[in-house]
């Protein structure tokens, strides 16, 4: 991974190039929540850290999935499971919401009480594809912006 990315993440993870982490970050989730919660942090703030270094506030999950975290011609399988979990948690924010909000308070909140519960549809694997705004660059008010 010779790229702008590669050499910011290395600066950020002195152990990226060692194989043996490399094999358990990259590796698929299992079990139970606390079993890879430590990996799903490390990834949502790689990504997060990522983003904000090439001054992305926008996305696009194909990148991220295929070309950001690529290492030796792998990437990793949690990825899916992180984007969605980042979503679901409000760390990401689908195109599609900023067009179509929840129009009552109520509707808001029975989608974060059925997403905490862990109900969800099949229709929100595909609100983590395509384009995801990262709520937090959002919200990080840069020196020069009025905030009126």
């Not at 929540?33 to 506030?57: N, P, T």
């Not at 808001?108 to 109900?119: D, E, H, N, P, R």
Request: hydrophobic share 45%; with cysteine.
């Amino acid at each position: 991974m010779d790229s702008p990315v590669g050499d910011f993440i290395r600066t950020q993870i002195p152990d990226w190039d060692d194989d043996v982490i490399a094999t358990a970050r990259f590796k698929a989730f299992s079990g139970q929540r606390s079993d890879w919660e430590a990996r799903f942090q490390f990834w949502r703030d790689l990504i997060i850290k990522v983003a904000e270094h090439l001054g992305c506030i926008i996305i696009d999950t194909e990148e991220v999935k295929n070309k950001w975290f690529v290492r030796g011609g792998l990437t990793p399988l949690c990825l899916n499971d992180v984007l969605l979990d980042m979503y679901r948690c409000g760390d990401l924010l689908n195109m599609t919401d900023l067009a179509h909000p929840p129009t009552s308070h109520f509707q808001w909140l029975f989608k974060q009480v059925a997403s905490f519960m862990g109900i969800s549809t099949p229709p929100i694997q595909d609100m983590v594809e395509g384009k995801l705004i990262v709520v937090s660059l959002v919200q990080v008010k840069k020196p020069g912006i009025n905030s009126k």
